[in-house]
Structures are given as structure tokens and as C-alpha cells.
């Protein structure tokens, strides 16, 4: 038997199917590592309160003068008057 991570309903559908042996398969999980210590708990509101907090990184910013502000950039016409003339009447 190749050595795959199977979740429980292929476990349930190989030994079945007698593709698996409760021993085979009782062997594999022993091989597993206890992972239970990354688990992260959670607060009544859904906020992690198991995890480490990191800290943020800044970016430095060059201050400088602010770009002018650009009002008349766009026409505010219809782009489609030229092709429908007035339009319907």
C-alpha cells in the first residue's frame, strides 16, 4: 500500500473494499505526527486567541508635495451621443 494522507471517507471506503486493513491503517496513524499543539482556538466572536501576535512592518514614505488634484479629466457627456445622435424622441 502506497502511503497516502487519506481523509476518513476513503479510510471507510478502502477497508470496505478490502483494499486496507485496520491494521495497515492503524499503523499509518501511528506514523503521523501530533499536530494538536498548531491548533489555533478561537473566541466566542471568532478572533484567534491562541496565536502569537506579529509585528507589522512599516514602509518608509518620502514626504513631498501632494499631487494636484485633477478635476475635468473625464467629459461627463454620453460616450454613445455621437452614434445615436439625440437620441429617441
Known amino acids: 500500500m502506497k502511503e497516502y494522507y ?3 471517507r476513503l ?5 470496505f473494499d478490502n483494499r486496507l486493513t485496520r491494521q495497515q491503517l492503524s499503523d499509518q496513524l501511528a506514523t503521523l505526527e501530533d499536530v494538536s499543539g498548531k491548533a489555533v482556538e478561537y ?16 514602509l518608509p514614505i518620502k514626504p513631498g508635495e501632494p499631487e494636484p488634484v485633477v478635476e475635468d ?7 454613445l451621443s455621437e452614434a445615436w445622435g439625440a437620441g429617441p424622441q
Open 43 to 58: 473566541d466566542e466572536e471568532g478572533n484567534p486567541t491562541n496565536i502569537p501576535e506579529r509585528e507589522l512592518k512599516t
Open 73 to 79: 479629466e473625464f467629459e461627463l457627456t454620453d460616450p
Open 11 to 15: 479510510q471507510e471506503k478502502m477497508l
Open 6 to 8: 487519506f481523509d476518513t
